[in-house]
């Protein structure tokens, strides 16, 4: 299975401010995707990030909040933009391998976000 | 709708007891199912792949078991330890989507 690098593991941010999190996967792999997880819950789907083209965003999520880069098939960067407390939370990247399901999905360590 | 359940949301067991998670889902035109560990404010390790050709995954002390027709898979972990300590996922990939459904999961403490 694919290894994804995710960085940074945390950071404390000021309210207004933004915070850009990146994802380098060790091999090649078709989409990615970015999760919250706020505080107790599951995991939430943000966007999903396709080489070449613009990020697909989910139900409540816009690109103006949370600009996503994917520059090619090993790299995506998520920004939290303007953030607010309620942004306080995990977030994650995943990827899916070349060969849809083989190996299952992998994810980031994840990004502990605290805003203040 | 795609729903994926968790029961129990959470539970404690003592040092050595094995543990039982269920999962269960709403339809059956599953790809595959994926059962994840989290640690307290970390990312999801992948523990086991099931296949939707397959009845079952093993790994060490852990055993997943799928069965399609009654839309269900247990996780089982044999001789717990406090090191299981931990949430554990349950997600299904589904035929004709690329994002997997997630339950909610089984938050387990393993009591020494």
């Known amino acids: 299975s694919a290894v994804i690098s995710q960085k940074p593991s945390r950071d404390i941010c000021q309210r207004g401010t933004s915070l850009t999190i990146q994802c380098q996967v060790d091999?090649?792999?078709?989409?990615m995707f970015w999760y919250r997880q706020q505080p107790g819950q599951s995991l939430t789907l943000i966007a999903t990030a396709n080489q070449g083209s613009e990020a697909t965003y989910e139900s409540g999520f816009v690109i103006d909040k949370f600009p996503i880069s994917r520059p090619n098939l090993t790299f995506s960067t998520l920004t939290v933009s303007n953030m607010s407390p309620e942004d306080s939370s995990i977030y994650l990247c995943?990827?899916?391998?070349?060969?849809?399901?083989?190996?299952?999905?992998?994810f980031g360590s994840g990004t502990r976000l605290t805003v203040v | 709708k795609q729903e994926v359940t968790q029961i129990p949301a959470a539970l404690s067991v003592p040092e050595g007891e094995n543990l039982v998670l269920n999962c269960s889902f709403t339809d059956s035109a599953i790809y595959n199912l994926q059962w994840f560990r989290q640690d307290p404010g970390k990312g999801l390790t992948s523990l086991l792949l099931i296949q939707s050709s397959q009845r079952e995954q093993t790994s060490g002390r852990l055993n997943a078991s799928l069965d399609k027709s009654s839309g269900r898979s247990t996780l089982y972990i044999a001789a717990s330890q406090p090191g299981d300590s931990a949430t554990y996922l349950c997600a299904v990939l589904y035929y004709g989507n690329n994002r997997l459904a997630f339950g909610k999961g089984n938050q387990v403490v393993v009591i020494p």
């Open positions: 091999s090649q792999v078709t989409m």
């Open positions: 995943s990827a899916v391998p070349i060969e849809r399901g083989a190996g299952g999905y992998t």
